[in-house]
C-alpha cells in the first residue's frame, strides 16, 4: 500500500529530526508518498501566516503528518500559535502521551502510562480579551459535554483495547465546579459504559504529587487540555525527559505526530539533536496507520539503541544525530 505523509519541519531542529523520521521510514519495506507543507516561524516570514491553509489542506489529505518543531517568536501582531490552531483547525481532539520506562538510568522502572489529553479546548480555547485600559487580562475556560464526552470515551477504550485495568480522570472540581464538575460528571456516566475498567478520580494537585510519589500506580490518566498539557511533562522526566517524549494528536479525519521538545535553537546544525522522540513519534504514527509489526520493530530497535548508549549526548552517548539515525535503521532492518 502507498501512503501520502505529510511532513511538517517547521523550525530549529525541526527539519532536521523530520530528516531523521523519512530516513528510517523509507528503510521500510513501504511505499510513501512524502508531502511537505510550512509550518512555524519560518513560514510566517515567508508567507505571512504560521499555519497556511495550504498547509491544512495537506494535512487533511494525508494518511498521517509528522511534526518537527517550531520556535515561538517575540511579542508579533497577528501572530498566532501554530499548533493550537492546527490541532483546532483539524479537529485534533485528543493529545495521547505514551510515558514508559525505558532501558536507561535516567529512568524509573515500572512506568507504562498513557496521558489522554483533550486537546482542542479548555483555557486554550482562544477567547482572551483585555480590561481596564490594560490592568485586566481575562482567559475564558471553555469545557463542553461534547468535548468531554469524546476524550473521556477515547482514554477507556485505550484502556480496553491495552488490556489496562483502570482510568484516572483527573480534575479540580472542588473550585472549579461548573467546568470541571461537567468533565467529572461526563466521566461518571460514560464508565458506567465500560464496567470492567475501574474509574479512578484525582484532583489535578493530588495527581501531581502521586506522579513523583508512586508513578507506577497510573496506567491511563485523562484530563482536560492545561492539566494534561502540564502532567505529561511532569511524567515524561520519570521515563527518560523530553529527548524520548513523544505525542500523537488525534482526531476523527487527521493525525499528526511530533516529538515533545521545541526547536531547540542552540542545537541546531550542531549533529546534538536527538531523534529519538521524532522516531517514537513516528512508530505511534505507524500503528495509527495500522503497521502495527513496523511500528513494533521500530520501537524495539530504538530501545536496543538506548541500552547499549548509542545515543546523542543528552542521553549520555557521543553519537550525532545522524549516527543515532543509522543505527535505529540497522537495528530496524537486522529484525525485518
Not at 530501545?303 to 543515532?324: F, H, R, S
Request: proline share 5%; with cysteine; aromatic share 6%.
Amino acid at each position: 500500500m502507498n501512503y501520502k505523509i505529510c511532513l511538517l519541519s517547521g523550525d530549529g531542529i525541526g527539519p532536521e529530526v523530520i530528516a531523521s523520521a523519512k530516513d528510517v521510514l523509507s528503510a521500510l519495506p513501504l511505499q510513501w508518498d512524502f508531502v511537505e507543507s510550512g509550518i512555524g516561524f519560518g513560514e510566517y516570514q515567508r508567507s505571512g501566516s504560521p499555519l497556511p491553509d495550504s498547509t491544512l489542506q495537506a494535512i487533511r489529505h494525508a494518511d498521517a503528518t509528522l511534526f518537527g518543531a517550531v520556535t515561538t517568536p517575540p511579542n508579533i501582531p497577528n501572530y498566532f500559535s501554530p499548533v493550537v490552531r492546527m490541532r483546532q483547525s483539524l479537529d485534533l481532539y485528543a493529545n495521547l502521551r505514551p510515558c514508559k520506562s525505558i532501558p536507561h538510568e535516567s529512568s524509573k522502572p515500572n512506568i507504562d502510562i498513557i496521558i489522554v489529553r483533550e486537546n482542542t479546548e479548555g483555557l486554550y480555547s482562544g477567547i482572551e480579551r483585555v480590561e481596564d485600559n490594560g490592568d485586566k487580562a481575562i482567559t475564558e475556560r471553555v469545557i463542553t459535554r461534547k468535548g468531554s464526552e469524546r476524550i473521556i470515551r477515547k482514554a477507556f477504550d485505550l484502556a480496553r483495547q491495552t488490556k489496562r485495568k483502570s482510568v484516572h480522570v483527573i480534575h479540580k472540581a472542588n473550585v472549579l465546579r461548573q467546568t470541571c464538575g461537567l468533565f467529572r460528571t461526563v466521566a461518571l456516566e460514560v464508565a458506567n459504559e465500560y464496567p470492567e475498567i475501574a474509574m479512578l478520580e484525582m484532583l489535578v494537585d493530588t495527581c501531581a504529587m502521586e506522579l513523583i510519589r508512586a508513578p507506577e500506580q497510573f496506567e491511563v490518566i485523562v484530563t482536560t487540555n492545561l492539566f494534561g498539557d502540564i502532567l505529561s511533562d511532569e511524567a515524561c522526566m520519570f521515563v527518560g525527559g523530553l529527548g524520548v517524549a513523544a505525542s500523537g494528536n488525534i482526531g476523527v479525519n487527521a493525525a499528526v505526530f511530533e516529538p515533545v521538545h521545541g526547536s531547540a535553537p542552540p542545537l541546531v546544525g550542531t549533529g546534538k539533536a536527538n531523534p529519538i522522540a521524532m522516531l517514537l513519534a513516528t512508530a505511534m504514527m505507524l500503528d495509527h496507520i495500522n503497521e502495527k509489526e513496523h511500528a513494533q520493530k521500530l520501537n524495539s530497535a530504538i530501545q536496543a539503541c538506548i541500552a547499549n548508549k548509542e545515543t546523542t549526548p543528552d542521553l549520555g552517548g557521543v553519537l550525532t544525530t545522524n549516527e543515532v539515525t543509522k543505527r535505529v535503521k540497522a537495528r530496524m532492518q537486522n529484525e525485518e
